[in-house]
């Protein structure tokens, strides 16, 4: 069964803070987490979290079904007398279900003469990793990191999906964007800017309004060539290195160290489904089905000497599934994900 971690920080002042006690509960001490479609809960009130470090608290559980919707509620108590804090929100839930064999019955009445299942199914696997390889759509949001002082690397996990990472599209520290400057340390934008203009880039005494350094350096701050566009916060995508170890995982090289302990690395990436991948994520499934459904039927007929070859079916269920596959790419391109559609262009680099 799929599991779900929730994480998050609490602080004072700002500062990342050991809270007194710190248990999942909301107002009403009905849940601390609870499913949207249902309301029963899944995780009950009053259960502790786990400190992985000052002020940063988690808690996994697993899920009783795949691709739920499930809302959490934190309590803090801290200080004296002891004050409560709290904090609601919202998380998407795992799958380790293999729900693309429910495109089976989609395919089936269209193949004519006696189609083995496993044929069946190895076809979609194959025609679902070439749909995600070409057109890049499954973005998916990787567990957090909590960080270590002086520690640059740090080992990222794409869940129960048999998927590996093929491109890091953006990470962010402690809930801002990373880049580089130019004396090749990591600095995190804490101000909101527009595009390059005669008041950049920042140099000289003004630097440290704009920008803040994460890692550790002689401080003089960053610099950068005339006419360079400046990323908002949220949207940076450079300054980041990754590449894959031995164990087959991947991990994430940042261009120097952290200096702060306990913040929360969040990474967004590309992920790509091994030939065995039968798993995906809901949204990725519901949108797509149609064109997936398509690749499959179109190269079954494409098969030559078979019970169920058909030339000419073949030519026009694949064409469907090069026109889906265009279509998906547009999506990837202008960053549309699960949920309602939103475009964001990317950054001149």
């Known amino acids: 069964m799929s599991q779900t971690q929730i994480t998050t920080n609490f602080k004072i002042d700002g500062v990342l803070t050991a809270a007194t006690t710190a248990v999942l509960s909301d107002i009403a001490g009905a849940f601390g987490v609870k499913r949207n479609d249902t309301d029963a809960v899944v995780v009950a009130d009053g259960v502790a979290m786990n400190a992985l470090a000052t002020g940063v608290y988690e808690y996994t559980f697993e899920d009783p079904a795949d691709d739920l919707t499930y809302t959490y509620a934190f309590e803090f108590t801290y200080g004296t007398p002891s004050e409560t804090y709290r904090l609601e929100g919202v998380v998407s839930g795992g799958s380790d279900t293999p729900n693309l064999y429910d495109l089976d019955a989609d395919v089936e009445p269209y193949v004519v003469g006696q189609l083995p299942s496993p044929v069946l199914r190895q076809m979609l696997r194959k025609v679902a990793a070439d749909f995600c390889m070409t057109t890049e759509i499954w973005e998916q949001e990787l567990s957090p990191m909590v960080t270590v002082a002086h520690q640059a690397a740090y080992s990222l996990s794409v869940g129960s999906y048999l998927a590996y990472i093929r491109?890091?599209?953006?990470?962010?520290?402690?809930?801002?964007?990373?880049?580089?400057?130019?004396?090749?340390?990591?600095?995190?934008?804490?101000?909101?800017?527009?595009?390059?203009?005669?008041?950049?880039?920042?140099?000289?005494g003004d630097w440290a309004d704009k920008w803040e350094l994460v890692s550790a350096s002689s401080g003089n701050g960053a610099t950068w060539a005339t006419g360079t566009r400046y990323p908002r916060a949220k949207d940076a995508r450079a300054g980041l290195r990754f590449k894959e170890v031995d164990n087959g995982a991947t991990e994430l090289v940042l261009a120097s160290p952290v200096v702060a302990d306990g913040k929360l690395l969040d990474v967004r990436a590309v992920l790509m489904p091994t030939r065995l991948c039968a798993a995906y994520p809901g949204w990725l499934l519901e949108r797509w089905r149609e064109t997936i459904v398509n690749g499959t039927i179109g190269n079954l007929k494409a098969h030559a000497g078979k019970p169920w070859s058909d030339p000419q079916g073949a030519r026009y269920y694949l064409d469907l599934y090069r026109k889906g596959k265009g279509y998906a790419k547009g999506d990837a391109l202008t960053q549309r994900g699960p949920g309602a559609l939103k475009v964001a262009h990317r950054r001149f680099v």
């Open 167 to 204: 491109r890091v599209l953006g990470i962010w520290y402690d809930g801002t964007a990373m880049v580089v400057g130019s004396d090749a340390n990591d600095y995190r934008c804490i101000a909101t800017h527009e595009a390059a203009s005669a008041t950049f880039p920042v140099t000289g």
